[in-house]
């Protein structure tokens, strides 16, 4: 049985009611520990947060603008076309991949470590092929869908246009 959870159908930027929101062109998905769906809403750079269980989808992370900018509130940070999600239970951060190469960082409102969004790897946003004992000098080249291994030690990244595979510490970037 296939069934709509999230999105009316309609292309838009609107939350709400799950089947009512509008989402605009939808890639990556990850859960939460506590059972919320992250979608990665790249047209309307933002991240949605989707709690099935009531029915309701909140914008997460992002302000909808087409930019870069890290901040403490995570809805006026700017995340350029997020792709790839992947939770990390243990610290409870959703890593980001962005349409500037970036691998960045989000915490919601409420989370003990503090809300934002904030950059871990490639902060330079350049694109090419650079690994670093400093994620924050690495670089990527479309780096596009990302997982945590069984232990969350270890973020795998599907580095597109350089045609790798790439590796990063869960912990320490």
Do not use: C
Not at 75 to 87: E, F, N, S
Not at 104 to 110: L, S
Not at 137 to 145: H, Q
């Amino acid at each position: 049985q296939v069934s709509t959870v999230v999105g009316s159908g309609v292309a838009g930027w609107m939350d709400g009611a799950a089947t009512r929101a509008r989402l605009s062109d939808p890639r990556g998905l990850a859960w939460s520990a506590d059972g919320l769906l992250f979608v990665a809403d790249a047209g309307n750079h933002r991240i949605r947060g989707v709690a099935l269980e009531v029915g309701g989808v909140a914008t997460y992370a992002g302000s909808g603008e087409d930019g870069y900018l890290d901040h403490d509130d995570p809805l006026v940070a700017q995340i350029k076309q997020p792709t790839g999600l992947a939770y990390h239970a243990e610290t409870r951060v959703l890593y980001v991949t962005d349409g500037d190469g970036r691998i960045r960082g989000a915490r919601g409102y409420g989370d003990p470590d503090g809300a934002g969004v904030f950059t871990l790897a490639n902060a330079a946003g350049r694109s090419g092929f650079v690994d670093s004992n400093d994620g924050l000098n690495a670089a990527f080249n479309t780096p596009s869908f990302i997982a945590f291994d069984d232990t969350q030690s270890t973020l795998y990244i599907a580095d597109r246009h350089n045609h790798d595979g790439r590796a990063m510490d869960g912990a320490t970037g």
